[in-house]
């Protein structure tokens, strides 16, 4: 099994440090503070299929270090908790919500995403979690809560990065799941899921194109700015991460592994 490379903790413990501001801004073109494969014009896009409104409230499942649930909140008006395991990215996602006077409205909190969710039945309005399905294993599970807490009538959107739609060596996929725990599925395994978990599927969409695209940007503004980042994360740490950039985006250019969006709702009672 290939080492594990930190990604996560390192990313969001120096989130502010100006070389990775530099790096988000080369990457993404727009630095909202994501820390996946979203732009702002896809996220943009993908915001009214979820029909969000002041008065509704918004569940985001691996919210990271908090910029895509801020900008979320101030572009929708809407009020938005985020959840993730990861408490280096929790604390920073507080303290972004406070510098942007948002705390009122956007809150995060520690959570497993695995287990269950530490709210009442019925909660929110809407569900996203983009680029993070393929860090639970236990995928119907994770879907049949979403059911749980969110209204009937009402939307979640999720994207999985690491759909098998092609030829994939056994080392490639320890490159590509070298950050973490990863959960690769082929096609057709998901839209399964979701009905299982007693949601409908609404829509889904080939987004491959743009984690390619960012993947390539990230690995190159990563090694212009090299002599910086070895100062934080060390030679090995680097090379490691260069390593897995690399892979993402060939395998996503490829379409070895696709990425897809996929909209759900949840039937009516």
Request: glycine letters at 6%.
């Amino acid at each position: 099994m290939s080492e594990r490379i930190d990604l996560f903790n390192s990313t969001y413990s120096h989130f502010t440090e100006h070389v990775f501001n530099i790096i988000r801004k080369e990457t993404f073109g727009v630095d909202i503070g994501q820390n996946s494969w979203l732009t702002v014009d896809e996220y943009d896009r993908y915001l009214p299929w979820l029909r969000l409104t002041a008065e509704h409230h918004l569940l985001e499942v691996a919210s990271g270090a908090g910029g895509p649930a801020l900008y979320l909140a101030d572009k929708a008006g809407c009020r938005v908790t985020g959840i993730d395991a990861n408490e280096q990215g929790i604390t920073t996602a507080s303290q972004m919500a406070v510098n942007s006077n948002q705390a009122d409205r956007v809150r995060f909190t520690v959570a497993d995403a695995n287990a269950r969710l530490p709210f009442d039945d019925n909660t929110f309005d809407a569900v996203l979690c983009i680029d993070s399905m393929n860090h639970f294993p236990n995928r119907l599970a994770v879907f049949r809560e979403w059911h749980r807490v969110l209204r009937a009538r009402h939307r979640a959107i999720f994207t999985d990065p690491v759909v098998i739609t092609g030829p994939v060596t056994n080392d490639e996929l320890a490159v590509r799941s070298s950050i973490g725990l990863f959960l690769f599925v082929p096609a057709g395994i998901n839209e399964r899921l979701i009905e299982e978990a007693g949601l409908r599927l609404v829509r889904q969409e080939d987004v491959s194109a743009n984690a390619a695209l960012i993947a390539g940007r990230w690995h190159e503004a990563r090694q212009r700015h090299k002599d910086d980042l070895v100062h934080v994360e060390g030679e090995e740490r680097f090379a490691g991460l260069q390593r897995f950039f690399a892979t993402v985006h060939q395998l996503t250019a490829e379409r070895r592994l696709s990425r897809i969006a996929y909209l759900v709702e949840k039937r009516a009672g």
